[in-house]
């Protein structure tokens, strides 16, 4: 069972500093983001909430900044450099994280209780 | 097993439910049948479907009608007049102590006020059809997986606090689980738990691995000369410790089939086997019966010892009906099946005689902090988790977890179809 009647869900707050890295012209974080007011919350595996449209990280590179600053696949980004990101479009949400004068930017993002990640990636085995 | 402060509270709260109910072990199903027999007479309690064991009642007064066509001579088919005919060694002040449902008007909402009978009738017979076209196809001791909303609305109408409240029960867990209906005898809960473990079983139990289980009966005929006085609900020729090596040596095959399945078709296939009104269901039935009377007798002298045992035995030996294994066997275990379910304390021991945790959902007990119990408590970790539903701690129905996980079985995130063909943006950064 993933939650009982009446007892809150846990939820971990975190602050994730990511120092982007130069390739050449680019600017890498190391991970991928999905989600947006523009877009199918339904689609979402991550979120709880089915009408969530927040932004979600779908994917994060292996030994990339953002695996190295502690971001984790699925966690929902709440802002950025203090910019709220729970009302944003998809395009909105990818400007605030590439722009091109920023080394660095850091995140607020909040994830399941890491019982129940593990749980789950257990629970289908 | 160490008794730890913790659980006081639950062996009270046990303990109180044994005290009161253990007089209803003999004959609460069989009673059930009896009673919505006569409600059916009754304007108050109309005839609409209004609860959870009418589809019960109704899948074995079906399948009782099935066996009587198709294998009228059969054991079997007799065997399902006997579950429905009224209990033996029944104390008739139970019968009115345990009908739950006969005070309750159910079917008083609105839908159900302005209704003809003739609608009323008409529904309950398509669905009866319906129900009975399904056997016809398969006779199934277990149905098909259904969801859980549209059986709570369909079974639970009307607006009693009870209604709303087991309607509420069902909501909570609807987005988790399926349900599967088992058939409504007095076997059950055994035959939930059975289920569960062949549609579900990773790997063989540390005791069944280990032992050569076939050569239980003849050790405890030994020990305990009672194995002579139990009961099969079919036929045989054999000596009743050769029927249980029997029982015991199917158990062993099937659940080894189980582990062995590659896929869902094939563990879905196992069930439809087994799970079929046949002979074979009913020994493998039996063999936990005896796991658990093997492990009740165990326990027992463990107790007698001094050493430590789990809190349930404490409450199993302290009932005066089972004072020792004996006892418990001759007015309680015997009877399982026929004439009485498990109450809680023996859902325990089942639970550890097979070395599964049973995670029971108790609708009406919803809203409080018993609604989802485990039996027994102190092995969540270890044990494998099986999970059970009831409404009334009396029928026990199989939930079959939704496939609620976002990963596959590789570790990818699954991402859910998209509602308008169009897949959501993902943005590499």
Redesign the interface.
């Known amino acids: 069972?993933?939650f009982?009647?009446?007892h809150p869900v846990t939820a971990v707050v975190q602050r994730i500093e990511i120092h982007k890295l130069r390739d050449g012209d680019n600017l890498?974080?190391?991970?991928?983001?999905?989600?947006?007011i523009d877009?199918?919350p339904?689609?979402?595996?991550?979120s709880e909430d089915?009408t969530d449209k927040g932004i979600y990280v779908?994917?994060v590179s292996k030994g990339g900044p953002a695996e190295v600053a502690g971001l984790r696949?699925?966690d929902k980004i709440m802002q950025v450099n203090g910019w709220d990101m729970t009302m944003v479009t998809?395009d909105q949400a990818?400007k605030k994280?590439?722009k091109k004068n920023e080394d660095v930017v850091r995140l607020l993002v909040t994830r399941k209780s890491l019982e129940t990640v593990v749980r789950?990636?257990m629970?289908?085995? | 097993m160490n008794k730890t402060a913790k659980s006081t509270c639950d062996s009270d709260r046990q303990s109180k439910k044994v005290k009161t109910s253990h007089g209803s072990t003999q004959g609460t199903q069989g009673q059930k049948a009896d009673v919505k027999g006569c409600a059916a007479g009754k304007d108050a309690c109309s005839p609409g479907p209004e609860r959870s064991s009418e589809s019960s009642h109704t899948m074995q007064k079906r399948s009782q009608k099935e066996a009587k066509s198709t294998r009228s001579d059969s054991p079997s088919s007799q065997q399902h007049l006997m579950k429905t005919s009224p209990a033996e060694d029944e104390k008739g002040f139970y019968f009115f102590q345990k009908c739950k449902h006969w005070n309750e008007p159910h079917s008083l909402g609105d839908a159900d006020l302005y209704r003809d009978e003739d609608e009323i009738q008409k529904e309950l017979q398509d669905k009866q059809q319906t129900e009975s076209v399904a056997a016809g196809e398969a006779q199934s001791s277990v149905s098909a997986a259904e969801d859980l909303q549209t059986y709570s609305q369909r079974e639970w109408k009307g607006n009693t606090t009870k209604s709303l409240l087991i309607r509420k029960g069902y909501e909570?867990?609807a987005s988790?689980f399926k349900l599967r209906r088992v058939r409504g005898d007095n076997y059950c809960a055994l035959r939930a738990t059975l289920f569960q473990v062949l549609s579900q079983s990773?790997q063989l139990p540390a005791w069944l691995r280990d032992s050569d289980i076939r050569e239980w009966p003849k050790e405890t005929q030994s020990d305990q000369d009672f194995i002579k006085e139990w009961k099969f609900p079919f036929e045989t020729s054999k000596s009743k410790v050769r029927h249980l090596e029997q029982c015991l040596e199917r158990l062993k095959q099937r659940w080894e089939e189980s582990v062995q399945c590659r896929s869902l078709e094939q563990r879905e296939r196992l069930c439809q086997e087994v799970f079929r009104v046949h002979d074979e269901e009913y020994e493998l039935l039996e063999a936990l019966k005896f796991l658990m009377l093997r492990t009740a007798i165990h326990l027992h002298s463990d107790m007698e010892k001094g050493s430590d045992v789990p809190e349930f035995c404490w409450l199993l030996f302290a009932r005066d009906s089972s004072r020792c294994p004996k006892t418990f066997f001759t007015n309680h275990l015997r009877h399982v099946g026929f004439s009485g379910g498990l109450e809680q304390v023996e859902m325990c021991l089942l639970g550890y005689s097979l070395q599964q945790t049973m995670?029971v959902v108790r609708l009406y007990k919803?809203?409080t902090e018993e609604?989802?119990i485990y039996y027994p408590n102190d092995h969540k970790k270890d044990w494998p988790t099986l999970c059970l539903l009831t409404e009334d701690d009396r029928h026990y129905n199989v939930l079959v977890?939704q496939n609620?996980?976002?990963?596959?079985?590789y570790?990818r995130?699954?991402?859910?179809?998209?509602?308008?063909g169009?897949?959501?943006?993902?943005?590499?950064?």
Do not use: A, V
């Open positions: 069972m993933s009982i009647p009446g890498i974080l190391g991970f991928s983001i999905g989600g947006g877009q199918d339904g689609q979402n595996p991550f089915k779908t994917r696949m699925g998809h990818r994280l590439t789950q990636s629970m289908q085995h | 909570t867990i988790e990773k995670q919803c809203e609604f989802i977890s609620s996980s976002k990963f596959d079985e570790g995130p699954k991402w859910n179809l998209p509602s308008d169009q897949p959501s943006k993902t943005t590499r950064l």
